[in-house]
């Protein structure tokens, strides 16, 4: 199947800092997610992205669609303790596979306070 | 409230003997899907439903079937588990698969295939 890279696959940090992770594939995806898992539960959807070039933001996050539609990053900016969780991207292919969803391998944040 | 139910939420078993993990979602989505996470690889699509009597493969179908004979149900069957089937399985939902990425999850399935 499809893979995505996700890197960096760990950050520790300390509150207030600004974050920054991406996502890479070796093919274009017509749409862009990120998702964020607290411990525990099944994740949830932080930001959608639709359109190459597209940035879009959701309070203190940022996600920006590649141009090259093969990459996307997700930044966090003056993080605080809640952020803590694992951050994951997906992309979606589109066409006759817009029903299938590929998720990176995710990254473990930790904050600090 | 709108949620995706999974049962059971734990579940420890020997190879060979089928079992089923439910999924349920109250919201009349069309679309439903199931997961598995395992440690460093995310999370690989195993099977997926636009709607009613439609399924398609994911990333990882091998050793698993899905039925979708009703809109709020989407079972996940192992026929003959194995070890390697060990791991979290999500079950999750959206309106429908064309653009709607508002995908609610349940709370996860932890299998362990002894």
């Known amino acids: 199947g499809q893979q995505l890279n996700q890197s960096p696959q760990s950050m520790f940090i300390q509150e207030g800092e600004d974050v920054s992770m991406n996502c890479t594939s070796s093919s274009i995806f017509n749409t862009w997610l990120w998702y964020k898992q607290d411990p525990g539960e099944g994740p949830v959807l932080l930001i959608a992205?639709?359109?190459?070039?597209e940035l879009t933001s959701n309070g203190r996050l940022t996600a920006q669609f590649g141009i090259t539609r093969k990459d996307s990053f997700l930044n966090i900016s003056a993080s605080i303790p809640s952020d803590v969780g694992i951050y994951f991207c997906a992309g979606q292919l589109g066409g006759t596979s817009y029903g299938k969803l590929t998720f990176g391998q995710g990254t473990i944040l930790t904050v600090h306070p | 409230e709108a949620q995706v139910t999974q049962n059971p939420r734990y579940l420890i078993t020997v190879t060979g003997k089928k079992l089923t993990v439910t999924c349920s979602q109250n919201?009349?989505?069309?679309?439903m899907s199931w997961y598995r996470q395992d440690p460093g690889l995310g999370l690989r699509q195993i099977y997926y439903?636009?709607?009613?009597?439609?399924?398609d493969k994911g990333d990882v179908p091998e050793g698993y079937k899905v039925s979708r004979k009703e809109k709020r149900n989407f079972p996940l069957i192992l026929e003959s588990p194995s070890p390697n089937q060990t791991s979290l399985y999500f079950c999750?939902?959206?309106?429908?698969?064309?653009?709607?990425?508002?995908?609610?999850f349940g709370p996860g399935t932890r299998l362990t295939v002894t």
């Open positions: 992205l639709y359109k190459a070039g």
């Open positions: 999750a939902s959206s309106l429908n698969g064309q653009g709607a990425y508002e995908q609610y």
């Open positions: 439903s636009m709607n009613v009597e439609v399924t």
């Open positions: 919201m009349n989505h069309e679309y």
